[in-house]
Nanobody, 128 residues
Framework: QGRLADSGGGSVQAGGSLTLSCESSGFTYNSNAVGWFRQAPGKEREGVAAIYTSSGATYYTDSVKGRFTISQDNIKSTVYLQMNSLTPEDTAMYFC?????????????????????WGQGTQVAVSS
């Protein structure tokens, strides 16, 4: 049974950096896309960044462009989210998700609807 394991969260001060990791295991084929989502208390879950694993094309929500970078290491079956210049507004539980179904269009890649595997979440807390 395939699973995703996300890790790397922690507590940092504003302006600091963290790198989240999402390792996939137990799958017999590659995912189509991997996304990072976050959910802050009292807010809906939002897509932060995503990557098509075949082409390497990346997508970001506007609030993190220029600060966050999503990347992949196919040998390690791991997708990373490098987060720089963190602000208190980035505080949330972060989840990675993978699409092992039909390839989703770019218009959907930052939406959770078509992702069918999810990590357990890793907490990021940014203090001012």
């Amino acid at each position: 049974q395939g699973r995703l394991a996300d890790s790397g969260g922690g507590s940092v001060q504003a302006g600091g950096s963290l790198t989240l990791s999402c390792e996939s295991s137990g799958f017999t084929y590659n995912s189509n896309a991997v996304g990072w989502f976050r959910q802050a208390p009292g807010k809906e879950r939002e897509g932060v960044a995503a990557i098509y694993t075949s082409s390497g094309a990346t997508y970001y929500t506007d609030s993190v462009k220029g600060r966050f970078t999503i990347s992949q290491d196919n040998i390690k079956s791991t997708v990373y989210l490098q987060m720089n210049s963190l602000t208190p507004e980035d505080t949330a539980m972060y989840f990675c998700a993978a699409d092992y179904g039909r390839v989703m269009p770019p218009s959907m890649i930052l939406k959770e609807n078509l992702y069918n595997y999810w990590g357990q979440g890793t907490q990021v807390a940014v203090s001012s």
